[in-house]
Antibody
Framework: EVQLVESGGGLVQPGGSLRLSCAAS????????MSWVRQAPGKGLEWVSV???????YYADSVKGRFTISRHNSKNTLYLQMNSLRAEDTAVYYC?????????????WGQGTLVTVSS | EIVLTQSPATLSLSPGERATLSCRAS??????LAWYQQKPGQAPRLLIY???NRATGIPARFSGSGSGTDFTLTISSLEPEDFAVYYC???????????FGQGTKLEIK
């Protein structure tokens, strides 16, 4: 079964750091485009970052320079290192796999992990 | 950056009725548009990809249409479990970016 399980969310002070993890099963993370998507409380979906199978990484302007996406191939796990966190980064963070052939849509998604940035 | 605009923001219908949700792109996305359903406390679920293809396990009452800049998600006869928020989404090749519409909340009338 193809599955994604996020972890690492929690409460962090403004300016702090947090690392999210997304453990995959049923497929190989390094062979796919993998993204992070977030959802602020009561708001819509916002794409955050993607790592291509070749290793290239891209970010939304709102997190560029503060967040870093990476993966650990032997652990089959995706990460999101979040630094210089702001109140507006408060959200549920989902990891998602890009569609296998075209990379144009997301399936499956993890269940999400909540990040709260507050003093 | 391509902007997706969904309408209406909220749609109030009764079970058994037909639902029509719209997504308009600020420039052509060809047929590269997806639709997701999200229920409270759950992750989004892929419904439709490439504008008109149902994802695995999605009931036939869900259908998608459109190309270019105008897209429609239709639910032919609403079931109680269909009341949720629906998002459209597209991918830009360069610069690499994914965009979501702001969502349409389908609520029970």
């Amino acid at each position: 079964e193809v599955q994604l399980v996020e972890s690492g969310g929690g409460l962090v002070q403004p300016g702090g750091s947090l690392r999210l993890s997304c453990a995959a099963s049923g497929f190989t993370v390094s062979s796919n485009y993998m993204s992070w998507v977030r959802q602020a409380p009561g708001k819509g979906l916002e794409w955050v970052s993607v790592i291509y199978s070749g290793g290239s990484t891209y970010y939304a302007d709102s997190v560029k320079g503060r967040f870093t996406i990476s993966r650990h191939n032997s652990k089959n796990t995706l990460y999101l290192q979040m630094n210089s966190l702001r109140a507006e980064d408060t959200a549920v963070y989902y990891c998602a796999r890009g569609s296998v052939a075209t990379h144009n849509w997301f399936d499956p998604w993890g269940q999400g992990t909540l990040v709260t940035v507050s003093s | 950056e391509i902007v997706l605009t969904q309408s209406p923001a909220t749609l109030s219908l009764s079970p058994g009725e037909r639902a029509t949700l719209s997504c308009r792109a600020s420039q052509s996305v060809s047929s590269y548009l997806a639709w997701y359903q999200q229920k409270p406390g759950q992750a989004p679920r892929l419904l439709i990809y490439d504008a008109s293809n149902r994802a695995t396990g999605i009931p036939a009452r869900f259908s998608g249409s459109g190309s270019g800049t105008d897209f429609t998600l239709t639910i032919s006869s609403l079931e109680p479990e269909d009341f949720a928020v629906y998002y459209c989404q597209q991918r830009s090749n360069w610069p690499p970016h994914y965009s979501f519409g702001q969502g349409t909340k389908l609520e029970i009338k």
